[in-house]
């Protein structure tokens, strides 16, 4: 990357010369649309909260204003000079990716990839809302650790990658394995909200229809593997809105019991503080060892290396 106001910029947030806030990045999935807006709602350290424009970030700005969480939607080639002119300690930018990449794991992993490298030219740290997705992020951390901030993935209790969207709202691994345990060996499909307000769009992403309309192939579908139960996740959330209602509905549809489960989101609610913790932490650090240092632009984004 050429020399340019956005690394100097950058540099200035990171050792502490002119503005010292801290930029967060989270970069989800929109099936985490609902995780992400609790995060925001319960954090009250969070000054200031920014939406990077693209075509799938209305339903996340909708439930923003839902529970009366003020934002920006600001284009990506924007945020330069929207972070250069702010007086905020701590900022989150969030990125939401649409839920069709889950219909070929290859490109999903390559617009995580290429959008994390992006917007870690603006950001102390990127957390991503996401699983492993069929293992295509599972190196992820690693794999972009030469990066100029830290990214990290959602992880259970014992440090593992949560294995999808379900997995981190029911308390990881071992949770939904004693879940599965507890249907009596019955197939059952467990229902986020946002997994029942897009079922069609899954259900094609996953291989069970060839088109979204076709409910009959879905049936045959359902039938023929045995599902018996479709679970509802018990959620309080005050933005998320008729729930059980099209969990009944689609149990209706497909012949299927509806079961009820607590939710868990406590791993979402740990990886988010701890990962914020740390990263506003070491940001500070790095402020306070650079206070007494010769100030010198870098001329390229190799040299915008900070200690983590």
């Keep these: 990357m050429m020399y340019s106001a956005l690394t100097t910029l950058i540099y200035e947030i990171r050792t502490g010369e002119g503005n010292k806030m801290t930029v967060i990045n989270i970069t989800g999935c929109q099936m985490f649309e609902d995780e992400i807006v609790e995060i925001i709602y319960s954090d009250p350290k969070i000054d200031d909260v920014i939406i ?22 600001i284009p990506f080639e924007k945020m330069p000079l929207i972070l ?7 900022i989150v930018t969030i990125n939401i990716l649409s839920i069709s990449l889950h ?31 069929g293992n295509v992020l599972k190196q992820i951390e690693n794999d972009l650790n030469s ?37 009596n060996r019955k197939n059952t499909l467990v229902m986020t909200p946002m997994w029942i307000n897009n079922w069609k769009k899954m ?16 049936k045959f579908v359902l039938d023929t593997m045995g599902y018996e139960n479709v679970v509802k996740i018990n959620n ?14 689609f ?3 497909f012949g299927l019991n509806v079961l009820e489960i607590e939710g868990n989101r406590k791993i979402i609610h740990d990886s988010y503080k701890n990962f914020r913790d740390t990263v506003m932490t070491n940001n500070c650090v790095t402020s ?17 290396q900070y200690s983590q």
């Design 203 to 218: 259900f094609k992403y996953s291989g069970f229809i060839e088109h979204i309309d076709d409910i009959e192939t879905a």
């Design 236 to 249: 309080r959330s005050p933005h998320i809105k008729n729930y059980k209602d099209k969990v009944e509905e």
């Design 84 to 90: 250069k002119d702010t007086d905020r300690n701590y």
């Design 288 to 304: 306070i060892n650079a206070s007494n240092t010769t100030r010198v632009y870098p001329q390229s984004r190799t040299e915008l």
């Design 251 to 253: 149990a209706d549809l």
């Design 103 to 133: 219909g070929d794991p290859a490109s999903l992993r390559d617009h995580v990839y290429s959008n994390v490298k992006d917007i870690s030219q603006y950001s102390n740290g990127i957390l991503l809302f996401y699983g492993l997705c």
């Design 147 to 183: 990066l100029s901030c830290p990214v990290s993935i959602l992880k259970d209790n014992d440090g593992k990658t949560v294995d999808d969207c379900i997995g981190a709202v029911v308390g990881g691994r071992k949770s939904f394995l004693k879940m599965v345990s507890s249907f």
């Design 52 to 73: 990077i424009e693209n075509s799938d970030c209305n339903g996340i700005a909708k439930k923003l204003n839902d529970v009366g969480i003020s934002y920006q939607i």
